[in-house]
């Protein structure tokens, strides 16, 4: 089992920064794949960004590309973290983090992932 848990959601306006924070427990996961989605109300959960169980490889949605930056650090526990920049009020939602035992490089859909953390909010103000 891994747990997963998020941090550093909150209110900011458009045009600022916020970053956040998944720590993972339990089960090591420095081998894992990890990503970022989103949730917006009303919408079906999209993914953002992901990165490879090294950190060497990482992907994004096309609407966060050159705004958002994902990374981690495995050097004890592994954490992930998205750094979330130019923020605008379509970024508005509940951000998720994923693991995915699977695949090293993980993916883009919802299925490739094995864990969930509880997700934070983020809302950004126009």
């Known amino acids: 089992q891994v747990q997963l848990v998020e941090s550093g959601g909150g209110l900011v306006q458009a045009g600022g920064s916020l970053k956040l924070s998944c720590a993972a427990s339990?089960?090591?996961?420095?081998?894992?794949?990890m990503g970022w989605f989103r949730q917006a109300p009303g919408k079906e959960r999209e993914f953002v960004a992901g990165i490879s169980w090294n950190g060497s490889f990482t992907y994004y949605a096309d609407s966060v590309k050159g705004r958002f930056t994902i990374s981690r650090d495995n050097a004890e526990n592994t954490e992930v973290y998205l750094q979330m920049n130019s923020l605008k009020p379509e970024d508005t939602a509940v951000y998720y983090c994923?693991?995915?035992?699977?695949?090293?490089?993980?993916?883009?859909?919802?299925?490739?992932?094995?864990?969930w953390g509880q997700g934070t909010q983020v809302t950004v103000s126009s």
């Open positions: 994923a693991a995915d035992l699977r695949q090293p490089r993980g993916g883009t859909y919802i299925d490739d992932y094995d864990y």
């Open positions: 339990g089960r090591t996961c420095s081998s894992c794949a």
